[in-house]
């Protein structure tokens, strides 16, 4: 597609319930990048895939939290047994790998998630 | 590691002038590129302009201009003619070589004021 989709773009969810965030990045792009954006707070950097690589996950803030992507193609990212704490806009990134002039990633618009 | 710093939490400037951003950074890499997005109330992140590392001119794209020092490991964004559309947070970030972790700064408020 022309842009990074990300599904669903609202999810509430109860305490405990597991669930599933869905990105689409660009055709192309290698890179996925996943933030967590706390209200009126800055990104958080979660887990980054770069093609067949093996993923850096040290933004990860808990084993509850875990994402998939196969090959350059859709990437999930699911947390576990969520809690409140849980509770902000998951934004997905992708672009393709850094080629010395780099004209910025693109965002998806996000899944705001609330746990009540 | 790498790091982003932004000390201004908030900014106020008045319609038609210009307001600095300030970002300073901190890495080891020696290729890197620095990045400014902005995000309106919408929740969208907008990408702005971007300066490679070893640029030796500062980055320019319309109104938005970077005030790159390498040595100073300071890239401000430089807003001229401010627009009340251009109320928003705006975010620095940085990524080293190849590809690797794209990390933002806190983030600056940034206010137009008729």
């Known amino acids: 597609g022309a842009g990074v989709s990300q599904s669903p773009s609202n999810k509430v969810t109860e305490k405990g319930k597991d669930v599933e965030l869905r990105c689409d990045p660009i055709?192309?792009?290698?890179?996925l990048y996943w933030y967590r954006q706390r209200l009126g707070q800055g990104l958080e950097f979660l887990i980054y895939?770069?093609?067949?690589?093996?993923?850096?996950k040290s933004g990860l803030p808990s084993d509850r939290f875990s994402a998939e992507r196969t090959g350059e193609s859709v990437s999930t990212l699911t947390i576990q047994r969520t809690q409140q704490e849980d509770s902000a806009v998951y934004l997905c990134?992708?672009?393709?790998?850094?080629?010395?002039?780099?004209?910025?990633?693109?965002f998806g618009s996000g899944t705001r998630l609330t746990v009540v | 590691a790498q790091k982003i710093t932004q000390t201004q939490p908030g900014m106020f400037v008045q319609e038609k002038e210009a307001v600095t951003l300030d970002c300073t950074y901190d890495?080891?890499?020696?290729?890197?590129?620095l990045f400014w997005y902005k995000q309106p109330s919408s929740g969208e992140m907008i990408f702005l302009i971007y300066?490679?590392?070893?640029?030796?001119q500062n980055a320019t794209e319309g109104r938005y201009s970077l005030n790159f020092q390498k040595a100073r490991k300071s890239a401000n964004l430089v807003i001229s003619a401010s627009q009340l559309g251009d109320s928003a947070m705006y975010f620095c970030?940085?990524?080293?070589?190849?590809?690797?972790?794209?990390?933002f700064g806190p983030g600056t408020r940034l206010s137009v004021l008729p």
């Open positions: 890495t080891s890499d020696q290729s890197y590129g």
């Open positions: 990134a992708s672009s393709l790998v850094w080629t010395g002039r780099d004209y910025g990633y693109t």
């Open positions: 970030a940085m990524r080293g070589d190849y590809g690797q972790n794209f990390v």
């Open positions: 895939f770069q093609g067949n690589s093996a993923p850096d």
């Open positions: 055709s192309g792009h290698t890179a």
């Open positions: 300066q490679g590392s070893y640029d030796e």
